[in-house]
């Protein structure tokens, strides 16, 4: 990285497995723009965490796919800095099975969880100075390469982003580099007990789970390793190669 630390938007910044990535762009010599829609004073919080790994940090807030074609130039706006890089966090995570599958909850999902990163990555490539290069990181799922019918409109809506991640590659080469992430079991569910998540979480083929801090670090690999485009690191300690009839909520 060089002296002058380049930008990264990243969405959904302030929480859980975004707020990982804010804040180890941060520690890896980038600035982070932390994109929030509703959680202020987590977003504040992170930027805070950012400046004190020596990053400027910025907020910008908004419903996704609504303000998708004006956030990176509102957060470069904020910077005085074009945005370099983009990190796909955001997402929703409603739960679903395919006998109460219904289309609406399938266009919730797929708005903001695939339309949305292709709206994003777009506005990136719109706004780089002519002879600058980006990378873009979206956030599918391990459960794509074990599918079980749990979350069953959320699993189209990563379906279409890994999908849309090899089509952005092929076409926005050689102005972006767009590469994904595919987490595992990383971090409990709201109201989990702690040893019932621990049960779960280290029971991988490589008896430990992976961590925030693991994703993080994927993302950072791909949003600085020149020569890889549309590439997905699983990051799950192997859970991809069981075979689930459920999701953990119900383990």
């Known amino acids: 990285m060089s002296a ?6 990243v969405t959904g910044g302030a929480k859980r497995l975004g707020r990982a990535v804010s804040l180890h762009a941060a520690a890896c010599g980038w600035n982070v723009a932390i994109h929030y829609a509703s959680s202020q004073n987590d977003a504040e919080s992170a930027a805070q965490a950012c400046v004190a790994h020596g990053a400027q940090a910025i907020t910008v807030a908004g419903e996704l796919p609504a303000v998708a074609e004006r956030l990176v130039d509102e957060a470069a ?23 109460d599958f219904k289309p609406e909850t399938a266009d919730r999902h797929m708005h903001v969880n695939a339309y949305a990163p292709v709206l994003l990555a777009r506005a990136l490539l719109r706004q780089l100075p002519k002879d600058a290069t980006g990378a873009v990181v979206n956030f599918l799922d391990f459960k794509l390469a074990q599918p079980y019918p749990d979350h069953f409109a959320y699993t189209l809506s990563k379906y279409a982003l890994a999908g849309a991640t090899e089509l952005l590659a092929r076409e926005l080469a050689p102005r972006l580099r767009v590469n994904a992430v595919a987490p595992g079991y990383i971090l409990p569910a709201p109201g989990q007990a702690d040893a019932d998540f621990a049960r779960l979480h280290d029971d991988t083929p490589l008896a430990r789970g992976a961590t925030p801090e693991d994703v993080a670090a994927a993302a950072l690999y791909l949003l600085e390793a020149p020569t890889v485009t549309g590439q997905t690191i699983y990051v799950d300690a192997g859970l991809r190669f069981r075979s689930r009839d459920r999701d953990f909520a119900f383990s």
Do not use: K, M, S, Y
């Not at 002058?4 to 938007?9: D, M, Q, Y």
């Not at 904020?78 to 395919?98: G, K, S, T, W, Y």
């Open 77 to 99: 706006a904020r910077a005085q800095a074009p945005i370099r890089a983009l990190v796909n966090c955001a997402a929703i995570f409603e739960h679903d099975v395919v006998d």
């Open 4 to 9: 002058a630390r380049p930008w990264v938007l």
